[in-house]
């Protein structure tokens, strides 16, 4: 049975349910946590339209929906070493685009001896890079998002993990111009056998591999032609 987490922060609401093998617990946060620097907001991200939209944009109205705090309590609460996704849809907490440091730092407090992961596409500003290392460094995966190869190399240089947008016929592995890997997810490449739930990689912190999405969703092609311009 799927099972279903739901919560509200500053500029954030959770809430829905998703699709997926058994005990992948999972979050969507309301669209405003978005940073308007994403160059797919509104021009073909996979969470504006289709299944995952109908739960993003009642989050903030869904009567299951519940503050940061009792989010977070929930999060506390999860067996320990259970694997949870944070964002569905949506982004961290964050004013203006700087990234809620006290509202991420309750956040790992309560995935302690979870493992718990998310992504971010708020720019690489010193301030957020400290709040996301601060993160990862104390058990809470954090991934960088990056707008397609060209920036790897950038988003890697931080030592910090790093995912990636990819071409809708990216091959399965493929490498930077400083000889950098990237694969892509396994649940695209072999989807009969893998699930978030069943993989486990964009939860490890200290792999030395980038992940790549190829554009997907609805509008995978809209998306595609914003990223890469083809």
Known sequence: MTQVLTAEGPTSKLGGQVKD??????SYTEPKSCPTTCPLMGKGCYAELGPTNWVWKK?????????????????????????????VAGDLPNYAGTIDKIAVRALVRANTDKNGFTYTHHALTDTNLVTV????????????????????DQYMDTDLPVVTVLPI?????????????????PAVTRPDKVTCSTCGICANNNRSYAIGFPAHGVSKKKAQLVAFGS
């Open 133 to 152: 290392k601060e993160a990862n460094d104390n058990g809470f995966t954090v991934n960088l998002s990056a707008n397609g190869m060209h920036q790897v």
């Open 59 to 87: 989050v903030a109205t869904n009567k299951k929906s519940t503050d940061w705090a009792g989010f977070c309590k929930k999060i506390s609460k999860l067996p320990k070493g259970t694997m949870w996704r944070h964002n």
């Open 169 to 185: 016929d990216a091959p399965k592995v493929q490498y930077t111009a400083k000889g950098r890997k990237v694969v892509v997810c």
């Open 21 to 26: 093998t058994p005990s992948m617990y999972r």
